[in-house]
């Protein structure tokens, strides 16, 4: 393990996150996003260090999630990439699935392919799921490659060729000729996405080729910045909730989607109470909200992924993510109702309310004219709000929606947003089989702690939990996280005649991979899973595997799993095993955290506006409430980079890690 301070740092849409854990001490800082997004990473750190009074060469350990690879995708920013693949195969990206978007909207259009036609090639291979069928022609790829060339500068290039995940032979040596040939970035399907099912496997390694070289010219320049600065390189959070070092993550950047959202969760998960059936992960940042599942300490995960409209399936923790975030635009649509996102600000200009040129509506603007926020709260590196400003722009928000004034309109967009976020709530426990009133509602992110109590209120949650540097949970949950790789191999065979040595030997050959890619093998355990179906379904479900392996034991486990997901259970319908799936993990260390506060923590009073009621609430600054603090709502908790707010019928209290319960009165 390394000495030293450790450093996470997360980049949002509005704000970079900084947690740096020295000493026992954590630290915390909010800074703006920078288009250059290193250059606010880097900021953050400048920011944090002095704060804490460390010098930088004293960190030892410096993680990250970055949103580059994901904003690549959803902007259309990542590399021109172009596609090779079987003959009779290059329009696969555009066939795609039949399953429409929306069912009945007679407009509904897919999001257009990552590669267009005209950077599309096809060439005269062929392997079955039993072997070559036809070898690959080495000339027809060099002929392949000079017409590439004829486009102009080649950054990224993507291999799929048909059934390559069960003999890749033809793929591997037409990847070594155009990394020869091209000197370009170059993913081939067996090695990003070893499975079957064409469409995504060949979309996972079109998006894969796309972000590569925008992660990697990322990475290279916040390593430069890092090293100027005595830091360590990076580690990088994963989609799948794990860390890796940047040298792998560059060369298989698209496990890095959503590594954000992914490390809030993980974060989330230590705050798990243990009389819950689970916890709910509530992030609201800047422009969006993500919602998951914790049980049993257990992060919900799916290989079953998109980023917009395109399928990335690689193990990734399951977020539900909708645009309602503090930046998301209020708007009038055209039947007159009133509408929040999914359209945000983002970091510049902002919310109105920032002052820093933002003229429409927000989420933000509605807390700070509800009292929520006040004029006098700082957001991040000192930023002063202005609620002239908010109330303006809501003002005209009032009277296109025909509403009576400025506070009409800012409970207007809290309604509208809470139903989106409830929605999304519903989405990872209702419509999965699990009743949301049993679970806590854990609130994190920079806007999360402000409508957490409001939004459980919606759903008949009566526990929230709102961790100690709650605005920056994601950035503490990269202290927190393990280190984690994964391996799929797709094994289509009826369970009843899988062969157990043969299993054991390809989970074995998985085992190997992963744990080739994990710094710390010696400290690894590898996790055996397995994909399996009944026979005739299109959809698997994913159970654990003993060594060795047991087919009898393996059914069993399915049979349970079907029917907690599904709701009914096949006992004598053949079971089908599809896919074999290795993890390593390298445990990480949760940072302890001891809170010891004390003086005086009212800070003032305010008015805030709760439903239709204008209340004198207390306000508290939550960084000095000693363990054991009970007070009664409504009141206001500032503390740095969020504010909770806890209303009429609750109740508030704070726990020896300086965690802020709060609960429904009894």
Same mark, same amino acid.
């Given at each position: 393990?390394?000495?030293?301070?450790?450093?996470?740092?997360?980049?949002?849409? #509005?704000?970079?996150?900084?947690?740096?854990?020295?000493?026992?001490?954590?630290?915390?800082?909010?800074?703006?996003?920078?288009?250059?997004?290193?250059?606010?990473?880097?900021?953050?750190?400048?920011?944090?260090?002095?704060?804490?009074?460390?010098?930088?060469?004293?960190?030892?350990?410096?993680?990250?999630?970055?949103?580059?690879?994901?904003?690549?995708?959803?902007?259309?920013?990542?590399?021109?990439?172009?596609?090779?693949?079987?003959?009779?195969?290059?329009?696969?990206?555009?066939?795609?699935?039949?399953?429409?978007?929306?069912?009945?909207?007679?407009?509904?259009?897919?999001?257009?392919?990552?590669?267009?036609?005209?950077?599309?090639?096809?060439?005269?291979?062929?392997?079955?799921?039993?072997?070559?069928?036809?070898?690959?022609?080495?000339?027809?790829?060099?002929?392949?490659?000079?017409?590439?060339?004829?486009?102009?500068?080649?950054?990224?290039?993507?291999?799929?060729?048909?059934?390559?995940?069960?003999?890749?032979?033809?793929?591997?040596?037409?990847?070594?000729?155009?990394?020869?040939?091209?000197?370009?970035?170059?993913?081939?399907?067996?090695?990003?996405?070893?499975?079957?099912?064409?469409?995504?496997?060949?979309?996972?390694?079109?998006?894969?080729?796309?972000?590569?070289?925008?992660?990697?010219?990322?990475?290279?320049?916040?390593?430069?910045?890092?090293?100027?600065?005595?830091?360590?390189?990076?580690?990088?959070?994963?989609?799948?909730?794990?860390?890796?070092?940047?040298?792998?993550?560059?060369?298989?950047?698209?496990?890095?989607?959503?590594?954000?959202?992914?490390?809030?969760?993980?974060?989330?998960?230590?705050?798990?109470?243990?009389?819950?059936?689970?916890?709910?992960?509530?992030?609201?940042?800047?422009?969006?909200?993500?919602?998951?599942?914790?049980?049993?300490?257990?992060?919900?995960?799916?290989?079953?992924?998109?980023?917009?409209?395109?399928?990335?399936?690689?193990?990734?923790?399951?977020?539900?993510?909708?645009?309602?975030?503090?930046?998301?635009?209020?708007?009038?649509?055209?039947?007159?109702?009133?509408?929040?996102?999914?359209?945000? #600000?983002?970091?510049?200009?902002?919310?109105?309310?920032?002052?820093?040129?933002?003229?429409?509506? #927000?989420?933000?603007?509605?807390?700070?004219?509800?009292?929520?926020?006040?004029?006098?709260?700082?957001?991040?590196?000192?930023?002063?709000?202005?609620?002239?400003?908010?109330?303006?722009?809501?003002?005209?928000?009032?009277?296109?929606?025909?509403?009576?004034?400025?506070?009409?309109?800012?409970?207007?967009?809290?309604?509208?947003?809470?139903?989106?976020?409830?929605?999304?709530?519903?989405?990872?426990?209702?419509?999965?089989?699990?009743?949301?009133?049993?679970?806590?509602?854990?609130?994190?992110?920079?806007?999360?702690?402000?409508?957490?109590?409001?939004?459980?209120?919606?759903?008949?949650?009566?526990?929230?939990?709102?961790?100690?540097?709650?605005?920056?949970?994601?950035?503490?949950?990269?202290?927190?996280?393990?280190?984690?790789?994964?391996?799929?191999?797709?094994?289509?065979?009826?369970?009843?005649?899988?062969?157990?040595?043969?299993?054991?030997?390809?989970?074995?050959?998985?085992?190997?991979?992963?744990?080739?890619?994990?710094?710390?093998?010696?400290?690894?355990?590898?996790?055996?899973?397995?994909?399996?179906?009944?026979?005739?379904?299109?959809?698997?479900?994913?159970?654990?595997?003993?060594?060795?392996?047991?087919?009898?034991?393996?059914?069993?486990?399915?049979?349970?799993?079907?029917?907690?997901?599904?709701?009914?259970?096949?006992?004598?319908?053949?079971?089908?095993?599809?896919?074999?799936?290795?993890?390593?993990?390298?445990?990480?260390?949760?940072?302890?955290?001891?809170?010891?506060?004390?003086?005086?923590?009212?800070?003032?009073?305010?008015?805030?506006?709760?439903?239709?009621?204008?209340?004198?609430?207390?306000?508290?600054?939550?960084?000095?409430?000693?363990?054991?603090?009970?007070?009664?709502?409504?009141?206001?908790?500032?503390?740095?980079?969020?504010?909770?707010?806890?209303?009429?019928?609750?109740?508030?209290?704070?726990?020896?890690?300086?965690?802020?319960?709060?609960?429904?009165?009894?």
């Amino acid at each position: 393990m390394n000495d030293g301070a450790a450093l996470g740092v997360d980049v949002g849409g #509005t704000f970079t996150d900084v947690a740096l854990l020295a000493d026992g001490d954590l630290t915390t800082a909010k800074v703006p996003t920078t288009e250059d997004q290193h250059v606010g990473v880097l900021r953050g750190i400048e920011a944090a260090c002095e704060l804490a009074g460390v010098d930088p060469t004293d960190v030892g350990r410096f993680r990250h999630a970055t949103t580059a690879a994901v904003n690549a995708l959803l902007e259309g920013t990542g590399a021109e990439t172009y596609l090779v693949t079987t003959a009779g195969f290059g329009d696969v990206l555009e066939v795609g699935r039949q399953d429409r978007p929306a069912l009945y909207d007679l407009e509904a259009r897919k999001p257009d392919p990552l590669v267009p036609a005209e950077r599309r090639f096809e060439v005269d291979e062929r392997a079955t799921v039993d072997g070559i069928e036809r070898p690959v022609d080495e000339a027809e790829i060099r002929t392949v490659a000079d017409e590439i060339r004829e486009h102009g500068d080649v950054d990224a290039v993507a291999i799929s060729f048909l059934h390559a995940y069960a003999h890749p032979e033809n793929e591997r040596r037409a990847a070594d000729i155009l990394r020869e040939e091209l000197g370009a970035a170059v993913s081939a399907s067996h090695e990003v996405l070893a499975e079957f099912r064409e469409y995504e496997r060949t979309a996972t390694t079109v998006a894969d080729a796309a972000v590569t070289p925008v992660v990697d010219d990322y990475l290279a320049r916040l390593d430069d910045g890092a090293t100027e600065r005595g830091l360590p390189s990076p580690r990088v959070m994963q989609a799948n909730g794990g860390i890796a070092d940047a040298g792998t993550v560059r060369q298989d950047a698209v496990t890095t989607v959503l590594s954000g959202p992914a490390a809030g969760v993980v974060g989330a998960s230590a705050f798990e109470p243990p009389d819950a059936d689970g916890l709910v992960t509530f992030d609201m940042g800047g422009t969006s909200c993500d919602v998951s599942l914790v049980r049993d300490g257990e992060v919900e995960r799916t290989t079953e992924g998109a980023v917009g409209g395109h399928p990335i399936r690689i193990p990734m923790v399951a977020v539900e993510t909708v645009g309602a975030g503090g930046g998301s635009i209020a708007w009038v649509d055209a039947g007159g109702a009133l509408r929040v996102g999914p359209q945000s #600000t983002d970091a510049d200009p902002g919310p109105a309310c920032y002052g820093t040129g933002g003229t429409d509506p #927000t989420v933000t603007d509605a807390a700070l004219a509800l009292g929520f926020l006040g004029a006098d709260t700082t957001l991040g590196e000192g930023l002063e709000l202005d609620a002239d400003a908010a109330e303006s722009v809501l003002d005209d928000l009032a009277t296109d929606a025909d509403l009576d004034d400025s506070t009409a309109a800012a409970r207007g967009v809290v309604r509208v947003a809470s139903a989106t976020m409830a929605r999304a709530v519903r989405r990872v426990t209702v419509d999965q089989g699990h009743d949301p009133r049993g679970f806590a509602l854990g609130a994190f992110g920079g806007a999360g702690p402000m409508f957490a109590a409001s939004l459980a209120d919606r759903l008949g949650v009566g526990h929230v939990v709102v961790p100690r540097a709650s605005g920056v949970l994601s950035a503490f949950g990269l202290l927190a996280a393990d280190e984690s790789h994964d391996a799929v191999r797709t094994y289509r065979v009826a369970l009843g005649e899988a062969d157990p040595a043969t299993v054991d030997d390809r989970f074995d050959d998985l085992a190997a991979t992963v744990l080739d890619d994990t710094a710390e093998p010696d400290r690894a355990t590898v996790r055996r899973q397995a994909d399996l179906r009944y026979a005739g379904q299109s959809h698997e479900l994913t159970v654990d595997v003993s060594d060795p392996f047991d087919p009898a034991a393996v059914r069993d486990r399915f049979h349970a799993a079907h029917e907690s997901a599904r709701g009914y259970r096949l006992d004598d319908e053949p079971v089908e095993l599809v896919s074999l799936r290795a993890t390593a993990t390298v445990p990480g260390e949760t940072p302890a955290l001891t809170h010891d506060a004390g003086g005086n923590a009212l800070i003032g009073q305010r008015d805030v506006v709760f439903d239709e009621n204008r209340l004198e609430t207390p306000v508290y600054d939550r960084r000095r409430l000693p363990t054991g603090t009970d007070l009664d709502g409504p009141a206001v908790f500032e503390g740095g980079e969020s504010t909770v707010v806890c209303p009429p019928d609750w109740t508030a209290r704070v726990d020896g890690r300086g965690t802020l319960h709060l609960e429904v009165s009894e």
